[in-house]
Every structure is written in C-alpha cells, then in structure tokens.
C-alpha cells in the first residue's frame, strides 16, 4: 500500500507542470488611465474619485467575463510623463482610457502623437465627455473667435488640434449661446453646468450593428449621466480614406444642463484607427450610479477595445 502511495504522488509531481500548462488562464488585461496636471479637474477629482468608478466597474466585470484587469494611472506634465515617454507601448498598455476633462482643449504634440503611436500600433483608445471631442476630428461650429474665447476662459493658450481617430465631430452648437456672454457669466455659467452634469440622466438608444459591442442591449434604452456635448457626422472627405464609424448609441432625450437639441445626435461611437480600435463615448455609463446596464455598456466597451468582444 505505502509503495502505491509513493509511486502516485511521484506520479502527480512529474506530471503537474504538464497539468498545470493545460488549466487555461483568464486573459489580463491591461489598462491605462490617462490623467493630465494641465487639467484642473484631473487635478482636484481624478485620481480621488473618478479612478475609484473605474477600478470598481472593471474589479465587477472579472468574474462576469473572466478576465482579470491590471489598471495603471499614467500622468503627463506638460513637459513629459508616462505617456510622452512611450509607456503605453513599453508597458504593453490594451486600452488606454481617456476619462474627460477639460485638458484636451490644449495638449502638448507629443502626447498627442504618443497616443496615435499607441492606437496605430494595435492598441485599444476609449475617450470619454471631453476625451470624446479629444478623439474626434474637430468642434463643428465653433469657429477661431468662440475657440480664443473658449480658450481665455479655461485659462489655456489656445485649442490644440484634436487625435483625428474617429470621423466624427463634436456638436459645438450646444455651446455657442455659453461663448455669447461675458467671461464673468461664463464661468458663472461653467460651473453650474459642472454642477448639473452628474445628477443628469438622459435616455440612450443601442443601435443594432454588425459589431457585438453591445449585443445584449440592441435596441434598448438606458439611462445614463450625460457629459459632453453629442457626436454628428464627420467630413464627407475624410470618409474616403478614414475607416467606417458604426454609431453605437444615440441620445433619445435630454436632462439639464442641456437642451432637446441632443436628441437623435450620437452619444457612443466605434471605429479603428490603423491596426487598433477606438471607442467615443460623450456621456459617462460608468459613472452612472446604480444602474448596472450602464456599468455593463462601460465593461464592454473596455472588452471590444481588448479584442475580448468582437
């Protein structure tokens, strides 16, 4: 008996490591969230209360997929940081999720193209409320004038061009009654829209498409809490040489501090940029709280950027 015993544990000793190899491991995923010091909401909110959504979501949706998420939070000065060093690639950064703000209205160049670097190379960019308008081609209507104003009051030296990843523009219209006024009532103006936007909730539409980003919620609404300003269709040029835009989600109403204008415009987008993938998102799923299909939207849409979805 006690040589049957040590010839099964000899047995099982030499043929772990071949067991071992055979267990299939959960995909890791790594995420970068970018957080910039020339913007004074990463600064003061960021890292204290929005990264803490994210890890959570992300912390949610490990067992809901089986995958594990590695989240890093890289900063950049306007002189260097760990995306103008080329740590999305050394680190073999998935997504990069860029989480809104202010700072994309100025940017420095080689952040800029560190990101494009990252995105062209196969990598996954998400860009949410601000970071949406960051991704797109540009702010349709608002001309130099409304840009130097815009410019003045939020203390930069003037708009920065934008990562031209996705063919869509950001609705500027929204905007342009705000740029009307003087600097004072301007800012008054600025933050009471900050101070509306995370008790807002606005209807969402899924669109079915032939992308399974959001396959369980085809044609459903859910609410979520609205951020910057809609997505409308971008350069009828750039439509010859930039890859198709599939519209993932279109506003289907509208809540302070926005007005009905919104409706039917574009509120989530997908599209690829060279051998990666890009998702714009003007409103925030991820920071809707207590609704757990927004919270879902927000972890599928980190997975197709991972090339977990198709």
Not at 93 to 98: E, G, L, N, T
Not at 119 to 124: A, H, P, W
Not at 290 to 300: C, F, G, M, P, T
Request: aromatic fraction near 12%; include cysteine; charged fraction near 25%.
């Amino acid at each position: 008996m006690r040589k049957i015993v040590i010839v099964s544990i000899t047995l099982f000793l030499l043929l772990f490591p071949i067991l071992a190899d055979s267990i299939p491991s959960k995909k890791v995923i790594k995420v970068a969230i970018l957080r910039q010091k020339w913007d004074p909401l990463d600064v003061t909110i960021g890292d204290s209360v929005s990264n803490n959504f994210h890890k959570l979501l992300l912390k949610e949706a490990e067992a809901r997929y089986d995958v594990k998420f590695k989240i890093y939070e890289f900063w950049d000065d306007w002189n260097g940081g760990d995306v103008q060093n080329g740590s999305l690639i050394k680190k073999h950064i998935d997504v990069a999720i860029a989480p809104g703000g202010f700072g994309f209205w100025c940017t420095p160049e080689k952040y800029r193209k560190e990101i494009k670097k990252f995105v062209r190379n196969g990598g996954g960019f998400y860009g949410i409320c601000g970071d949406s308008i960051f991704g797109s081609i540009g702010i349709k209507y608002m001309n130099n004038k409304y840009a130097d104003i815009g410019s003045k009051l939020l203390g930069f030296k003037g708009l920065t061009p934008m990562l031209c990843l996705v063919n869509v523009y950001s609705d500027g219209s929204v905007f342009v009654e705000y740029i009307k006024k003087s600097i004072l009532m301007m800012r008054i103006d600025m933050i009471r829209f900050l101070l509306e936007l995370p008790t807002s909730r606005a209807p969402i539409y899924i669109v079915p498409s032939s992308l399974d980003i959001q396959k369980p919620y085809f044609n459903q609404k859910i609410n979520v809490m609205l951020g910057a300003p809609p997505m409308v269709d971008g350069s009828a040029m750039r439509k010859l040489y930039m890859p198709k835009v599939y519209t993932i989600a279109v506003l289907k109403g509208y809540d302070k501090p926005y007005s009905e204008d919104i409706e039917g415009k574009k509120a989530i987008v997908a599209s690829r940029y060279g051998k990666g993938r890009v998702i714009l998102s003007a409103v925030h799923p991820e920071l809707t709280i207590a609704n757990s299909k927004a919270h879902d939207i927000y972890a599928r849409n980190v997975l197709w950027l991972a090339r977990v979805i198709n």
